[in-house]
């Protein structure tokens, strides 16, 4: 969708990885933002976000990315979520809103809210869609089309800007939902903190297989340890900040899927046809909900146009960060 005028003068991205250079690109393709002002942590991503074009202007530091900015979002890794704020505090415009991308909202409400100044409209959101690649290379303006991204306003939030945001995202092509910070990251640890858990956990009990060699494990992969790899290979420094920041929702999920594992255990120990039956119609159903609501495909290989890196296999977004 191209909008007629745009819905912000200026907007600020701290971070241009895989979720702020598709902002970029996905803010420029529809017109949502007039002005696209920079910035990231290396001078060689920097440099990287000049030559891709991300941007109207790339500069040095946080603070100098927001001065003017009307809308800013924070899309770093949550742990680098509340240092950004302290740097970007003092030099936020009056009115401006302050946003994110993190994977966890109730540490980025509880590390950034208490940086920045009253008079700016803190609205935190969460984009549900990635691909395990990194960087600004890996972005592409698609990304976020017919995906949810959850804004989780705190209860004071300003109505008009929640609005605002959320025009923006849809902009974006984006389904908007909003819910608290605390029933997101409920939420989420149980579709995606949970399911990379154990994508991480597999792949690495796999490596250390000793009856099964390597080229086995590669070569059988389609078996269902594809899909695993694939989502193993996500970030480790957002996931490490994901587990860390979100320790208490992903212990209490934790605790109800190894019970569930437990019956399932137990079930086969017994031979017991019956209880597994029921228990894989059951998932069925689930599976054949998500493709129906339009959250995946039931093609194996369903893929987006990606069109930074035109050589290797088209990334598979996904509804869980890659989510
Ligand atoms: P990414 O590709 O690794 O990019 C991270 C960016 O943040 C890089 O440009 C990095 O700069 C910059 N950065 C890190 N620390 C910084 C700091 N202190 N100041 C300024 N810039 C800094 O990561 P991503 O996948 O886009 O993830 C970003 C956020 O989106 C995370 O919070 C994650 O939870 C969330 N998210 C990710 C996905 C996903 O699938 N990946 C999906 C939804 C939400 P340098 O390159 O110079 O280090």
Known sequence: MTLAAPLFDRLALIGVGLIGSSIARAARA???????????????????????????????????????????IVCVPVGQCGAVA??????????????????????????MAPHLPAGTHFIPA????????????????ELFVN?????????????????RLAAFWRALGANVEIMTA????????????????IAYTIVGTADELGEVTESEVLKFSAGGFRDFTRIAASDPTMWRDVFLTNKEAVLE??????????????????GDGDTLFNHFSRTRAIRRGI?????????????????????????????????
């Open 30 to 72: 529809s017109g949502a933002a007039r002005e696209i002002v920079a910035t990231a942590r290396s001078a060689a991503t920097r440099r990287r976000a000049v030559e891709l074009g991300l941007a109207d202007r790339v500069v040095a530091t946080n603070a100098a990315a927001v001065g003017g900015a009307d809308l800013v």
């Open 86 to 111: 302290a740097e970007i505090g003092p030099r936020l415009s009056a009115g401006a809103t302050v946003s994110d991308v993190g994977s966890v909202k109730g540490s980025v409400l509880r590390d």
């Open 126 to 141: 969460h984009p549900v869609a990635g691909t395990e690649y990194s960087g600004p290379d890996a972005g592409f303006a």
């Open 147 to 163: 995906r949810w991204c959850i804004l989780t306003p705190p209860e004071e939030a300003d109505q008009a800007a929640v609005e």
């Open 182 to 197: 605390e029933h997101h990251d409920l939420v989420l640890a149980i579709t995606s903190h949970l399911p990379h858990l």
């Open 253 to 270: 999920m934790l605790g109800t899927f190894t019970e569930d594992l437990s019956k399932l255990t137990r079930a086969i120990r017994r």
């Open 291 to 323: 493709v129906q609501i339009g959250q995946d495909s039931p093609a194996p290989d369903f893929g987006r146009p990606h069109p930074a890196l035109p050589e290797t296999p088209i990334p598979r977004p996904y509804a869980t960060d890659g989510e």
